[in-house]
């Protein structure tokens, strides 16, 4: 009898890379069946219930139809954390782990105030309210659809963070002030498109991606005015950025004033956050 890591790879092996089934085996046999990965080796098909199997079953044909995993269960982990997923928000990225790694490395122990502009499903905002428990955080997204799904992955993680509608490229009043602001927001370009996986194009929110190729600094603009205005003197802006537009980004920050502007490059050597300060 065809072990389960035998019966999926089989099923997925003419869609996916060698490396992306082994990882898809490990997510579905944990999460799913409660299976380690040391069990499944050994763990035949026919240890499966006829409902265990019926649930193996339909993740693999929604796989076969390219949707991402975390959507089809329902969840993803991201910095040791378990959030809910749906397509009204992105999967979160490893490299956005590394962006709250410095967030965090910088601002742990300060009694300060966070914004996280277009928080999506609110893994930026909960993560730091979570391991700096000092801050007050808060977090904004133009899709109502969006933040029902932070809101309900700030319960499910149990921190308090303040959620709002709003519009970034439309914020004429506000009164507020913070002493860090975050944003991962939309960089891709629509020529770059082209060369996404199908994964992405066909099921993530497109309104959390793309930006035209006439402009592709807009939300960095918007989001940098209003930070040149909403920060505290001494303030830091931290972003997640397109890694063809880190000399771009920095230069924009420049030109807004903003002092001691700091590019980083991700695990993978890529250009992928910034941080700037308020003088």
């Not at 809101?151 to 959620?163: L, P, Q």
């Not at 509608?165 to 009043?173: E, R």
């Not at 975050?182 to 996986?197: C, D, F, L």
Request: aromatic share 8%.
């Amino acid at each position: 009898m065809l072990s389960i890591r035998d019966y999926i790879k089989g099923e997925l092996n003419s869609l996916y890379s060698k490396e992306e089934i082994s990882s898809i085996n490990q997510i579905i046999l944990k999460s799913k069946f409660n299976i380690s990965l040391i069990d499944s080796l050994n763990y035949k098909l026919n240890n499966l219930s006829d409902l265990q199997l019926n649930i193996l079953n339909e993740i693999i044909e929604k796989l076969k139809t390219k949707e991402p995993l975390q959507y089809i269960l329902g969840e993803t982990f991201f910095y040791n954390m378990s959030f809910t997923v749906n397509r009204n928000v992105l999967v979160p990225r490893p490299e956005t782990e590394e962006l709250i790694e410095w967030i965090i490395d910088c601002e742990r122990g300060n009694n300060i105030s966070i914004l996280d502009i277009g928080t999506g499903s609110g893994c930026i905002a909960i993560t730091l309210a979570k391991n700096i428990l000092t801050a007050k955080v808060h977090a904004w997204d133009i899709s109502s659809e969006a933040l029902e799904v932070a809101k309900h992955n700030a319960k499910r993680n149990d921190v308090i963070v303040d959620f709002a509608q709003n519009d970034i490229l439309n914020m004429d009043n506000h009164n507020q002030l913070f002493d860090v602001i975050v944003s991962n927001p939309p960089y891709i370009t629509q020529s770059e498109s082209k060369m996404m996986h199908q994964t992405v194009l066909d099921f993530e929110p497109h309104i959390a991606l793309f930006v035209p190729d006439s402009n592709p600094l807009l939300f960095y603009e918007h989001i940098s005015h209003f930070a040149m205005n909403h920060l505290r003197k001494g303030g830091s802006l931290y972003y997640e950025i397109n890694q063809n537009n880190g000399e771009d980004t920095k230069s924009l920050l420049a030109n807004m004033g903003f002092v001691n502007i700091e590019l980083r490059h991700d695990i993978s050597g890529n250009e992928r956050m910034i941080k700037a300060t308020k003088p």
